[in-house]
C-alpha cells in the first residue's frame, strides 16, 4: 500500500492585517477629530484646559511688562494729557473694544495730542513731536479705514511703538528726568502686541499699553514745579 505524503498548509498569518486596520482606524478618527469644532473646541476658538487664553498678556508679561494703573488726572498737568488720562480710566472700565476699532483709534489720537501738550508746555522737541504726533494720528485714521482686518493690529502696534518713541524724545529733551523706566515699560507694552494676532483678540494689550503711555505721562508731567 503506496504511503500518503500529507501536506502541511502554511499558516495564515492574520496579524499584520489587523494591525493595518488598526493603524487606519486610529488615523481616521485622529483626524475626524482634528477637523471637527465640536469635538475639538480648539477648533471653535474655545478655551482649552491648560492653554493661556490670547487675552492674559502672557507674552507681554514674560517681556517683562509691568501692568501699571496711572492717575485718572494731574495737577497742573496739560488739559490735553488729563484727557487722555481720564480716557485710559474710562476704558479700563469699559474691558472691550469695538469692531471698528473706534477706542484703539481714538487713545492714539488723544495720545498723540497729549504728547504734543506736553512738548509745547515743556518747549522741548516740539518740532520733532509734532511732525511725529501727525503720523501717529495717520496711524488711527488708517486703522478705523482699513478693511483688511489683518491688518489692525500690525497699524496698532507700529503706532505704539511710534508713540513710545515720541515719549522717548520728550525724556531725552528734559521732559522728565526719571522716566526712563516707564518709558521702557510703555516701549515693552508696545512689543507685546502682537502684528499677526487679531486685534480684537489682544484687548488687554491695548489696554497696557495705554495705561504704561500714561504712567510715562503721569510721571513726566508730574515732575512740573
Given at each position: ?13 492574520w ?33 482649552v484646559?491648560?492653554?493661556?487664553a490670547m487675552?492674559?498678556m ?18 497742573g ?7 487722555y ?10 474691558g472691550?473694544v469695538?469692531?471698528?476699532?473706534e ?9 498723540a495730542d ?29 486703522l ?10 500690525d497699524?496698532a ?69
Amino acid at each position: 500500500m503506496a504511503e500518503l505524503e500529507i501536506q502541511k498548509k502554511p499558516d495564515r498569518r492574520w496579524w499584520p492585517w489587523l494591525l493595518l486596520v488598526a493603524v487606519v482606524a486610529v488615523a481616521a478618527w485622529w483626524f475626524g477629530w482634528n477637523t471637527n469644532e465640536d469635538a475639538n473646541p480648539a477648533l471653535a476658538g474655545l478655551p482649552v484646559p491648560g492653554a493661556p487664553a490670547m487675552d492674559t498678556m502672557a507674552a507681554g508679561d514674560s517681556l517683562g511688562v509691568m501692568p501699571v494703573v496711572p492717575a485718572a488726572s494731574v495737577p497742573g498737568a496739560p488739559d490735553a494729557v488729563n484727557d487722555y488720562l481720564a480716557f485710559a480710566a474710562e476704558g479700563r472700565q469699559r474691558g472691550a473694544v469695538g469692531l471698528d476699532h473706534e477706542y484703539t483709534a481714538d487713545g492714539i489720537r488723544r495720545l498723540a495730542d497729549a504728547l504734543t501738550a506736553v512738548a509745547e508746555q515743556r518747549d522741548v522737541a516740539t518740532d520733532v513731536v509734532s511732525a511725529r504726533a501727525d503720523s501717529l494720528r495717520g496711524f488711527a485714521g488708517t486703522l478705523q479705514e482699513e478693511p483688511n482686518s489683518r491688518r489692525h493690529a500690525d497699524l496698532a502696534h507700529r503706532a505704539f511703538l511710534l508713540a513710545t518713541r515720541i515719549l522717548d524724545d520728550l525724556q531725552r529733551a528734559g521732559a522728565g528726568d526719571s522716566v526712563t523706566g516707564a518709558v521702557d515699560n510703555a516701549r515693552r507694552a508696545a512689543e507685546a502686541v502682537q502684528p499677526q494676532t487679531p486685534l480684537l483678540d489682544q484687548t488687554s494689550a491695548v489696554q497696557r499699553y495705554f495705561d504704561a503711555a500714561g504712567a510715562a505721562l503721569e510721571t513726566m508731567t508730574g515732575q512740573r514745579g
